[in-house]
């Protein structure tokens, strides 16, 4: 065939045009002498006219074999129609049929969300997962583009780590040549090695979880991206990261317009996503709580409902920062005015998604993270490299961690993690 | 302090102005009445002058207790100075000590390879590893832009995975809540879900080889990224792979033109990479193996030698193509005109740096491949779901796969692929 290949989301470029188009079957219909055919070809969905008369009546019959999600080479004229989603509908002149699919599982029918899981490898050509998956891939490409033109070097952290950042109960294991090896959970650690190199770095890569919960909130296996900044003390932290979502979220609503349509997102709490963002101290944070009268203890975590309920009274997300030392991580520095409070901040997304990102002022002194090492029964040799970054040329520094999953289910307004992942991992699903 | 914070590659646009920087002492040197500090921030080195009598004694005697490394705040005037490398020096005003380095244990004298990567968390602030990081963070950028820009949607395959792809011998295993998952090798398989889903997709993460070798060539955990293209065959797809690479080597070469320069890397040869590149059939290379007297006999894989003796007989990468199937993969499709061989492609980098690219066409026939993965006796259980997308619209794709490592060593013109990551991690090395 002799016309110019086009894409479905090109054709508004090709009005009067002849091209030939590639893809699937999304789905067919008839009416008297009319053919309709829903074509999808992985960058949009057009619809194609055929007219009795028009074409060969061979055409037709090649029309009427058809199945949902075959694959066809179609040759046809691009007409501008305004009621149409791409402004435009395709005449059909020509149809190759290269492959006629076996009845498709899945159907406009209701499925159970075990069965689509255990389809995922085709049920990502269905529209909802579609449009997700492509508010994830812009909304990664917001993140790197961020990072790359604000003066951070990528440093791809290690996944092979020889011991836990954080407990030891939630890690994978591995054999490693006769030694143990565990994944990584974060790239934390090693992205401070970095900041002392490069001064701003990010790291960004899957991290691993072994929990064995089954909430909508858990996936053993996601991305994280994480920031790490020399001489940034917990205030540019918080200044960063609020820059950071505001860019990333801003450029999403630009360029995610149609997929959240198909979503049906309602996007004003998301316009509100611009910096500064409320910042509230923990202290703050159980007040705000009692005046609700949540039951909460001073020195407890926030969890779901805590988070939930502190997020209802902003309009766009918070930081709580200043929390109790102890619920913390060995790393965080403790705050000077209040050694009991370590120097970490959250912040919590608006209707009920929680927390997005976690992260803090890292802890810079040689003795004191030593301790904290002892006293947390970790092993000083493992972390005699980390101590090391304390010994020669220590400075403030702080970073922060947002899950993808997560901040991608927020954006796109689904319930659960596992959507926001092409191949999501689970206790129960490791397949396909 | 009230000036500006500037850093170090920024200070040719604070001519003439004082400035506040942050940093390490990379080194020091006195003579008579002058004091010279070169300082480090990550983003450059840059000399600073003090000169006695125009600042205050206390100063330098600050200034006597510095050691290599410590951390530092400096104030002072920007000056142009065409033969200092960034084209500035600084006039020394106030300095602040952060904190007094330890002996630094890496020295101008030369280090063993065991040492370094044992102390890898520091050896990145030097200036070697501190390049050749950055030639990647650049290349990395320019592979996501040259795939976000063209169409192409960014899938993240999972890393945990029922089964392998290609045989098990080299897998790392974890055991998966009580069962057995493995470390991907690979992502194309589901890559390939998503080329039916998307049309072009990509995925780039990192991926795992238990290898028992310690060749320059071999690390155990590498980055690897993977295009897949629905309709792509495979001379679609050599011509993908070229037009990939001669953007992202030529914009490593205009962004880092410092950093090579540093490495001492003669890129005359780089310079080279544009396409198209010499196309050559392994039949064809066979016969060149011949004509150089290098014994080889047909049907087997080459070899570094013999991919450095193809290599050495041309003046840019070169692609050869249609191999024995019997050496490829089960998924690689058959020459339709000879069954013997299979449709796959491997680019060959000059300079002795061997395969950096390696993909073909797939199978896209549903009996035949299902043949194949019987004969390799992988299960067909595993494999129901790939297996699946040649059920319902099958259509000819490709891609390939390019290993991060191994091109950035090939960049940066360095021996060992360890030295291209920030933490190399081989079979005996999985610290820090």
């Not at 940034?232 to 317009?257: G, I, P, R, S």
């Not at 709580?320 to 919590?348: Q, S, T, W």
């Not at 970054?389 to 220590?394: A, D, E, V």
């Not at 289910?409 to 689904?414: D, R, T, V």
Request: charged share 25%; with cysteine; aromatic share 12%.
């Amino acid at each position: 065939m002799s016309n110019p290949i086009a894409s479905v989301n090109q054709l508004i470029h090709h009005l009067g045009k002849s091209v030939s188009l590639r893809g699937w079957v999304y789905s067919k219909r008839s009416s008297g002498k009319i053919r309709f055919l829903m074509l999808r070809d992985g960058t949009g969905i057009v619809q194609i006219v055929w007219m009795k008369g028009q074409i060969p009546d061979t055409t037709f019959e090649l029309f009427d074999k058809l199945t949902q999600e075959s694959s066809v080479i179609i040759e046809g004229k691009v007409r501008e129609d305004k009621r149409a989603k791409g402004g435009v509908e395709v005449d059909g002149e020509k149809l190759e049929i290269l492959h006629i699919a076996e009845e498709y599982p899945i159907g406009p029918k209701e499925h159970g969300p075990d069965f689509l899981l255990s389809n995922r490898h085709l049920w990502l050509r269905s529209i909802r997962p579609h449009a997700t998956l492509k508010i994830r891939d812009r909304f990664v490409k917001a993140i790197r583009d961020f990072f790359d033109t604000n003066g951070f070097t990528l440093i791809d952290t290690p996944i092979f780590t020889p011991s836990a950042c954080e407990g030891t109960t939630t890690l994978f294991e591995t054999e490693y040549f006769g030694d143990k090896a565990y994944l990584s959970q974060s790239g934390q650690l090693y992205a401070e090695a970095g900041a002392m190199a490069f001064g701003k770095v990010y790291c960004f890569g899957p991290t691993f979880r072994a929990e064995k919960s089954k909430t909508r909130r858990h996936l053993t296996e996601f991305w994280m991206v994480e920031p790490e900044v020399a001489f940034n003390d917990l205030d540019a932290n918080m200044v960063l990261a609020e820059q950071f979502l505001e860019y990333t979220v801003q450029k999403v609503l630009a360029e995610c317009k149609a997929e959240l349509e198909v979503l049906q997102r309602d996007t004003s709490k998301l316009q509100n996503v611009r910096a500064p963002f409320p910042r509230i101290s923990y202290n703050e944070a159980v007040e705000i709580l009692k005046s609700k009268n949540i039951p909460f203890e001073w020195g407890n975590d926030f969890g779901a409902p805590e988070e939930t309920a502190l997020a209802e009274s902003f309009d766009k997300p918070i930081f709580v920062h200043r929390f109790p030392a102890k619920i913390k991580a060995f790393y965080m520095k403790a705050d000077p005015a209040n050694p009991e409070l370590a120097l970490g901040m959250d912040c919590l997304a608006p209707e009920g998604y929680g927390e997005i990102i976690g992260g803090g002022q890292r802890e810079d002194d040689y003795q004191t993270l030593r301790s904290k090492v002892k006293e947390q029964g970790l092993s000083e040799e493992n972390f005699s490299w980390y101590l090391d970054l304390r010994k020669y040329g220590s400075v403030p520094h702080a970073g922060f961690g947002l899950g993808i999953e997560r901040t991608v289910a927020w954006l796109c307004g689904i319930e659960h993690l596992r959507e926001a992942a092409a191949f999501p991992r689970m206790m129960y699903r490791l397949r396909p």
